[in-house]
């Protein structure tokens, strides 16, 4: 069974900085691709960021490049995204992900489907503030 819980989620001025985490766990975590997702009310839950079973290639979304970075952790098995300069926008819930079964360039193609992702985290709120 697959587990992911999402931790780091709080309320944070624009500007600001937070690190969510994501322990996975009940699965070949060192061989799934990872994503981050977020959702904000009324809209559709969308991709942040992903990165391969590895960690040596990643995918970011044009609204987050340049200020969050997502990162692994094999050993502890978690996945971490580093929120820099964050902005109101960047409010919502949210996920991790897991997609069993990517080689690497799945994992990061822009056209990844968020269905093709199967298991998920219960999500960690971020709140920013102007």
Request: net charge neutral; hydrophobic share 35%.
């Amino acid at each position: 069974q697959v587990h992911l819980v999402e931790s780091g989620g709080g309320s944070v001025q624009a500007g600001g900085s937070l690190r969510l985490s994501c322990a996975a766990s009940g699965f070949t975590y060192g061989s799934a691709c990872m994503g981050w997702f977020r959702q904000a009310p009324g809209k559709e839950r969308e991709g942040v960021a992903r990165i391969s079973a590895g960690g040596a290639h990643t995918y970011y979304a044009d609204s987050v490049k340049g200020r969050f970075t997502i990162f692994r952790d094999n050993d502890k098995n978690t996945v971490y995204l580093q929120m820099n300069s964050v902005k109101p926008e960047d409010t919502g819930m949210y996920f991790c992900a897991a997609l069993l079964g990517a080689v690497w360039y799945e994992c990061v193609d822009r056209s990844v489907r968020i269905a093709d992702f199967g298991n998920w985290g219960q999500g960690t709120q971020v709140t920013v503030s102007s």
